[in-house]
């Protein structure tokens, strides 16, 4: 069983960066499918990001795409999301989660992942 491990997160001012690491331990990401989530205060988890497991393929939500870039270090086992130009409505606790490659669709169905982390906090101050 995989086991996550998000850190890199804090307090940046609006339109500074952050980059964001998710590291696995107990198997390869190279399996899976390793997306970025994150839930605001009073807010519904939202999906933000994902890398592809097989094909390396990356996926982003219409609300970070050109400013967040995920990426993944099969040598290090982790996964990053670089946060760039971050804004308030970026604040929240981001978690990563993974899933089988072999699923397709919809990177947003939180159903469908089997793993997540503990989550790490990103707070962006104006």
Do not use: H
Not at 107 to 120: A, D, M, P
């Amino acid at each position: 069983q995989v086991q996550l491990i998000e850190s890199g997160g804090g307090l940046v001012q609006a339109g500074g960066s952050l980059r964001l690491s998710c590291a696995a331990s107990g198997r390869t990401f190279s399996t899976y499918t390793v997306s970025w989530f994150r839930q605001a205060p009073g807010k519904e988890r939202e999906f933000v990001a994902a890398f592809g497991g097989g094909d390396g393929s990356t996926n982003y939500a219409n609300s970070v795409k050109g400013r967040f870039t995920i990426s993944r270090d099969n040598a290090k086992n982790t996964v990053y999301l670089q946060m760039n130009s971050l804004k308030s409505e970026d604040m929240g606790v981001y978690y990563c989660a993974v899933r089988s490659m072999y699923y397709s669709g919809d990177y947003g169905v939180e159903w469908t992942y089997r793993v997540w982390g503990q989550g790490t906090q990103v707070t962006v101050s104006s």
